[in-house]
């Protein structure tokens, strides 16, 4: 009997072989592949063979049946190929890659916190002390409010008594302006 199985197509697991009783099984009989970490539901018909004491002194090969104290299970492993594939199991992220990141987003949120209160401080001691100052500095009563008028429409006339010919002198707002 050949023991070397070669499967027709790439799979893992283990090739159950199924028979009758009254048959050793080989690579002609029905086979089933079991595959890693699944559940395969095979049904069989179980039938009860009893032999007379007499038969024991034939081999199993002759008789065609094991008793109790004779009951062997052979399985053969082997593999279908000398190239393997190797492949690698590794924690991309641990409890302390993750205390990491989230402590890199608080620190970063904790620092925008603190700059944001020293920039709150700032404004409120800048205001606090600048304002009295500033009263002091300019003098201004706090009920008057100075206002100015500018661009006040005036008549425009031209001076003929003026000493340049061709010149002409606009008065707007108090000022005197000379054009050509």
């Avoid at 492949?87 to 990491?100: C, I």
């Avoid at 990141?101 to 409120?124: E, K």
């Avoid at 000493?163 to 302006?177: F, I, M, N, R, Y």
Wanted: glycine share 4%; aromatic share 10%; with cysteine.
């Amino acid at each position: 009997m050949d023991d070397n199985y070669s499967a027709s197509v790439a799979s893992q697991g283990a090739l159950v072989f199924i028979d009758s009783a009254y048959n050793i099984p080989n690579h002609d009989s029905p086979a089933r592949i079991v595959n890693p970490s699944t559940e395969v539901l095979i049904a069989l018909s179980p039938e009860r063979t009893y032999a007379a004491r007499d038969i024991k002194s034939f081999t199993p090969a002759q008789r065609q049946c094991y008793y109790s104290d004779e009951n062997q299970s052979v399985l053969n492993v082997f593999f279908n190929d000398l190239v393997s594939t190797r492949n690698r199991r590794d924690v991309h992220l641990n409890w302390q890659n993750v205390l990491a990141a989230y402590g890199g987003l608080l620190s970063l949120m904790l620092g925008f916190t603190l700059i944001s209160g020293i920039d709150l401080l700032l404004f409120l001691a800048v205001r606090v002390f600048y304002e009295p100052f500033s009263r002091h500095f300019t003098k201004v009563s706090p009920g008057i409010i100075k206002v100015k008028e500018y661009n006040k429409r005036v008549n425009a006339w031209v001076d003929k008594a003026s000493p340049c010919e061709g010149t002409s002198t606009k008065q707007t707002t108090g000022a005197v302006l000379k054009t050509k």
